[in-house]
């Protein structure tokens, strides 16, 4: 996570109130589900060669 990010972007509770080491764990094979920047529920599209997940306010991240 960078400097900038106040919430997880898996379970979106605050990423600084305790460790997410499931959400951690669970990240290395999932999509993000939350945006990290504003807590919105992100549009999240799994495909064959990667995904992407879209915020209404801050764009698309893909992976």
Same mark, same amino acid.
């Given at each position: 996570?960078?400097?900038? *990010?106040?919430?997880?972007? $898996? =379970?979106? *509770?605050?990423?600084?109130?305790?460790?997410?080491?499931? =959400?951690?764990?669970? $990240? #290395?094979? *999932?999509?993000? $589900?939350?945006?990290?920047?504003? #807590?919105? $529920?992100?549009?999240?599209? %799994?495909?064959?060669?990667?995904?992407?997940? %879209?915020?209404?306010?801050?764009?698309?991240?893909?992976?």
């Amino acid at each position: 996570m960078t400097t900038t *990010e106040l919430w997880c972007d $898996r =379970c979106g *509770e605050p990423a600084t109130a305790t460790a997410h080491p499931a =959400c951690a764990t669970a $990240r #290395r094979l *999932e999509p993000p $589900r939350f945006c990290p920047r504003c #807590r919105r $529920r992100m549009k999240v599209q %799994v495909l064959p060669v990667g995904w992407s997940a %879209v915020c209404v306010e801050h764009g698309e991240v893909r992976g």
